[in-house]
């Protein structure tokens, strides 16, 4: 099952509607998600349940500050979290959280897991240091070929950029760049896309 989301004012706002709706459906009970911290040079994970303050989150932060996974293995340390949370991580994070649920250092049970097609993240240096607004741009442009020119070195080697591993993957290649693609990856993921009220469609020609 593939559905093509086609929203006209762009991929960011796109995906944060999409994860408010997960809030505002009651299909999910939590979000955690990247926001950008109050000076502007960075970005902290945060958690949760008011789909208003989604409306300034970051899905898709340009820089990686912390792994993501030990913010969730730090969540569920005591114990699958109550009701179900929506966690957005890149590729690399869902690998590193599946080898931490193998050292039963995280709880999966009770997460809705979302990741994307990643293009690399800048080094923190670089971006701390340069001009923020203007890589911002840079960044979300990466996104439809997959690939950030500037990305740090471990970034530029990967070759699993894609989120194919979560419950949830958000993808952009072969999409007009004002949509992206949902794809389910395991039960809960096809039911949170029903229960969206999302219908299957073909990607290709799009």
């Avoid at 994070?93 to 599946?98: C, N, P, Q």
Wanted: with cysteine; glycine share 8%; proline share 6%.
């Amino acid at each position: 099952m593939n559905t093509l989301v086609k929203i006209e004012e762009g991929r960011k706002k796109g995906i944060i509607s999409f994860l408010k709706s997960l809030l505002e459906k009651g299909i999910v009970t939590q979000a955690l998600v990247p926001m950008r911290v109050p000076t502007g040079t960075s970005f902290a994970y945060i958690l949760t349940k008011d789909p208003n303050i989604l409306e300034n989150c970051e899905p898709i932060a340009p820089v990686m500050p912390v792994q993501g996974a030990r913010i969730v293995s730090k969540l569920t340390k005591k114990g699958p979290l109550k009701g179900v949370t929506a966690v957005i991580l890149r590729p690399c994070e869902i690998r590193a959280l599946r080898e931490l649920v193998k050292l039963n250092q995280v709880q999966l049970d009770g997460l809705l897991t979302i990741s994307f097609d990643c293009p690399g993240v800048f080094p923190l240096k670089s971006y701390l240091n340069g001009h923020r607004e203007q890589m911002d741009e840079v960044f979300w442009q990466a996104i439809d070929k997959c690939e950030l020119e500037e990305a740090r070195p471990v970034c530029s080697i990967c070759y699993l950029f894609s989120g194919e591993l979560a419950d949830l993957e958000i993808g952009f290649g072969g999409i007009t760049s004002d949509a992206f693609s949902l794809t389910p990856h395991s039960e809960i993921g096809e039911k949170a896309l029903r229960e969206l009220g999302y219908e299957e469609a073909s990607l290709e020609g799009r």
